[in-house]
Nanobody, 126 residues
Framework: QVQLVESGGGSVQAGGSLRLSCAVS????????IGWFRQSPGKEREGVAG???????FAIPSVKGRFSVSRDNAKKTAYLQMNNLQPEDTAVYFC????????????????????WGQGTQVTVSS
């Protein structure tokens, strides 16, 4: 059974940076999708950025150029680097795993996600 453990997050001022990590266990192969979704109070969960099984990457327009996803296969860990954070980025961020998504041209639907991280709070003050 795949398990995800998130770390990182916290509080920063606008313009600051944070890096989230997501460690994967319970999956023996190195080709899988890892991405981040976020949810703020009163809003639906939205996909933010991810990296596919073929190492293709995607980020939604509102974070493109500020957020980037990478992975270290040896450590089975993925990273979401968030730069120039803005108050509207404030949310709980969840990492997500899927063995069924190789090439990504968009964030996969929740129905394709096989495991979720526990979530980590990111708060950006103006």
């Amino acid at each position: 059974q795949v398990q995800l453990v998130e770390s990182g997050g916290g509080s920063v001022q606008a313009g600051g940076s944070l890096r989230l990590s997501c460690a994967v266990s319970g999956y023996r192969y190195s080709s899988y999708f890892i991405g981040w979704f976020r949810q703020s109070p009163g809003k639906e969960r939205e996909g933010v950025a991810g990296i596919g099984g073929d190492d293709s990457t995607f980020a939604i327009p509102s974070v493109k150029g500020r957020f980037s996803v990478s992975r270290d296969n040896a450590k089975k860990t993925a990273y979401l680097q968030m730069n120039n954070l803005q108050p509207e980025d404030t949310a709980v961020y969840f990492c997500a795993f899927s063995s069924r998504v190789l090439n990504i041209m968009n964030m996969p639907s929740s129905g394709l996600i096989e495991a979720w991280g526990q979530g980590t709070q990111v708060t950006v003050s103006s």
